[in-house]
């Protein structure tokens, strides 16, 4: 069994950063490729960012490139998404996920296997 737990989530004004941690609950999480999506309400889940189970290969969305950045800690087993330079249309319920065919980096939602909770992100301008 596969447990995702998103923390870090919560209110910051434009400009802003937050640091989201995501803590699997097995070891294989470090054989697992991890990605990051938002939903706003109302709207389909869509991709944020994912990395490779190596930490080498990594992917963003256009609308949060050069501000997020995704990486990881196998050792920890944690994923963290560090969010600079926040807009008011980054608020949204952030999901991190495991895919456990590894290697591909998708963007693709319906790839990961596992999710996690999620935790509000709210930027006020």
């Known amino acids: 069994q596969v447990q995702l737990v998103e923390s870090g989530g919560g209110l910051v004004q434009a400009g802003g950063s937050l640091r989201l941690s995501c803590a699997a609950s097995?070891?294989?999480?470090?054989?697992?490729?991890m990605g990051w999506f938002r939903q706003f309400p109302g709207k389909e889940r869509e991709f944020v960012a994912a990395i490779q189970w190596t930490g080498v290969g990594t992917s963003y969305s256009d609308s949060v490139k050069g501000r997020f950045t995704i990486s990881r800690d196998n050792a920890k087993n944690t994923v963290y998404l560090q969010m600079n330079s926040l807009k008011p249309e980054d608020t949204a319920v952030y999901y991190c996920?495991?895919?456990?065919?590894?290697?591909?980096?998708?963007?693709?939602?319906?790839?990961?296997?596992?999710w996690g909770q999620g935790t509000q992100v709210t930027v006020s301008s």
């Open positions: 097995v070891r294989t999480f470090r054989i697992y490729d």
């Open positions: 996920a495991a895919n456990r065919d590894r290697g591909t980096v998708s963007r693709a939602a319906v790839e990961y296997d596992y």
